[in-house]
């Protein structure tokens, strides 16, 4: 069975770092395109950021572009986001998910399993 579990929400005030994890199991994720999304209360779920199998292709939301980084241990069966500078409006459940394309997708639409999210709060 796939999974994906997304860990190291929490809350932090503006200008704090944080590093988000999401651990895959039941499949490797090696050879497939993983993507971070959010999804803020009230508001539709927007692209984050994506990575392709090797990490030699990475796509970004322009408005995050230089504050956030996305990688991924095939090694490990896991896919990272390293958030600095937060804002409050970066405040949302944030997802991982794959998708089963060659190069890195925007779109939801594109990817075909969804983890559970964890919880991002950036206090003013």
């Known amino acids: 069975q796939v999974q994906l579990v997304e860990s190291g929400g929490g809350l932090v005030q503006a200008g704090d770092s944080l590093r988000l994890s999401c651990a895959a199991s039941?499949?490797?994720?090696?050879?497939?395109?993983m993507g971070w999304f959010r999804q803020a209360p009230g508001q539709e779920r927007e692209f984050v950021a994506a990575i392709n199998w090797n990490g030699d292709r990475t796509a970004y939301a322009n408005s995050l572009k230089g504050r956030f980084i996305i990688s991924r241990e095939n090694a490990k069966n896991m896919v990272a986001l390293q958030m600095n500078t937060l804002k409050p409006e970066d405040t949302a459940i944030y997802y991982c998910?794959?998708?089963?394309?060659?190069?890195?997708?925007?779109?939801?639409?594109?990817?075909?399993?969804w983890g559970r999210g964890t919880q991002v709060t950036v206090s003013s």
């Open positions: 039941g499949y490797t994720i090696s050879g497939y395109v």
């Open positions: 998910a794959v998708a089963y394309v060659q190069s890195p997708p925007p779109e939801a639409d594109e990817y075909t399993f």
